[in-house]
């Protein structure tokens, strides 16, 4: 089963940048879809970012619609890591970033443990 390792999080102020990154243990030859979700407590998961494979090396990004133009995400297919360029961050960014991918081999998403994004005003 794929293991997804996070790191990046963190205390940022309001207008900063922060970059996330998320390690699959898995080749990215099985790897359709990374991505990013967050959320915060008592509120849904909501979507910040996607991206796919699509024989491409840049991939097909897709993005929530309040991260859309501030937040950018990238994938390095040699190392299996999809990253979250996080800029211009805002205080209703605070939440709890999940690193996520859906292999070739399962129909599920497999979630990462969470890291813990902080924006102060």
């Known amino acids: 089963q794929v293991q997804l390792v996070e790191s990046g999080g963190g205390l940022v102020q309001a207008g900063g940048s922060l970059r996330l990154s998320c390690a699959a243990s898995e080749s990215s030859a099985n790897i359709n879809i990374m991505g990013w979700y967050r959320q915060d407590p008592g509120k849904q998961r909501e979507l910040v970012a996607t991206?796919?494979?699509?024989?491409?090396?840049?991939?097909?990004?897709d993005y929530g619609g309040l991260v859309k133009g501030r937040f950018t995400i990238s994938r390095d297919n040699a190392k299996s890591t999809v990253y979250l360029q996080m800029d211009s961050v805002k205080p209703e960014d605070t939440a709890v970033y999940y690193c996520?991918?859906?292999?070739?081999?399962?129909?599920?998403?497999?979630w990462g443990q969470g890291t813990q994004v902080t924006v102060s005003s």
């Open positions: 991206i796919t494979s699509s024989g491409r090396p840049d991939g097909r990004p």
């Open positions: 996520t991918v859906l292999t070739t081999y399962s129909k599920t998403m497999k």
